[in-house]
């Protein structure tokens, strides 16, 4: 999500009926509000298409889309998780297109695994010749994502990219952070200064923590990430993370989550997707998150919740009902 001229933009997955939803066969549509409650359809903003010799043809999966604008180039960057037609999830590519105009059309540029060739500037040289021995012996999979074992199997080929999400700094530099290495590590990567390719900076985050589903908000010139656990479609405990550089260090505060024992075991059965910072009103954020319904894609929704501190710790409580004034006081 993005503001522009007094607008709030909202890229998502376009869903269909069914467990067919699941699949992309229309695109990429954009949403714009003035207020954060009252959502303009604004059209598919990029689609997919029917030639089948194209990554981006109908069937394939997009799933994350995130726009962000460079203020150098004036464009609109948008980057999603994509998987190819008829592949599961094996591909695990990230897709990029660029447009003029926030909504759109995006022209679609590429999708690709993640820096083939290059180790991570936190991975060294002892780290590297070990996670090589390792590649052909029989150990757990902890085991292997903390050593390093899928960064150097996918060496060669490029990191797998999921679930992923943008965050633009206040100095324009911009990261793409994504979960690699069977959804077991996140990588936070640079992006170039046009945003439209990766540049060759990047760092392994919590190797072995199997997060997903990041959210990156910014606090007093400190860094918070919101991320889920591995459950599939199903929910399960929020986990946060703070940091004063987007390339860390990272270190886990725990289950954000405020509330019942349900409540903390499902993140109010939903799944992070954006943190919104909200405009004119300091210290103002927004957790956004999923509800998913994989057989009946199409129905599925979203909450919005007040980001409070506590202990200097972002904290979620449930809201059945709330505004903006919300933070009037805080």
């Known amino acids: ?148 074992v899928y960064l150097a199997r996918d060496f060669e080929v490029g990191q797998m990219s999921r679930d992923m999400t943008l965050f633009k700094d206040d100095d324009g530099t911009a990261y793409h952070i994504t979960a690699s290495e069977e959804n077991g590590t996140l990588i936070i990567s640079k992006l170039a200064p046009d945003y439209l390719s990766l540049s060759d900076e990047y760092v392994r985050v919590f190797p072995g923590g199997n997060n997903e589903a990041p959210a990156i908000f910014k606090k007093d010139g400190k860094y918070y990430m919101f991320t889920s656990g591995l459950t599939g479609w199903d929910p399960n405990p929020a986990r946060s993370a703070v940091a004063e550089n987007m390339m860390g260090p990272w270190t886990a505060l725990g289950n954000p989550v405020r509330g019942t024992e349900e409540e903390r075991k499902t993140t109010f059965r939903t799944q992070s997707t954006h943190v919104i910072p909200v405009e004119g009103k300091k210290d103002a954020f927004i957790f956004v998150a999923d509800r998913w319904t994989p057989q009946d894609a199409i129905k599925g929704e979203y909450i919005f919740l007040p980001v409070e501190f506590e202990d200097g710790k972002p904290v979620l409580r449930w809201y059945p009902q709330w505004d903006l004034s919300f933070f009037d006081n805080k």
């Not at 030639?51 to 981006?56: E, G, M, Q, R, V």
Request: proline share 3%; glycine share 10%.
């Open 1 to 148: 999500m993005l503001y522009v001229d007094d607008t709030y933009y909202w890229v998502g997955e376009h869903k269909v009926a069914g467990g067919r939803g699941n699949k992309s066969w229309v695109g990429v549509r954009m949403y714009s509000s003035k207020d954060l409650y009252n959502w303009k359809n604004e059209g598919v903003a990029l689609k997919v298409v029917k030639d089948t010799t194209s990554k981006l043809q109908e069937g394939s999966v997009i799933e994350r889309p995130k726009v962000i604008y460079n203020d150098k180039t004036g464009k609109y960057v948008m980057w999603f998780h994509h998987e190819l037609k008829g592949q599961g999830y094996d591909a695990a590519l990230t897709g990029v297109a660029v447009s003029d105009s926030v909504t759109g059309p995006y022209e679609y540029l590429d999708s690709f695994r993640m820096h083939p060739g290059v180790w991570p500037v936190n991975f060294n040289e002892e780290q590297q010749a070990w996670a090589k021995e390792l590649l052909n012996q029989d150990i757990g999979r902890k085991e292997a994502l903390e050593a390093g």
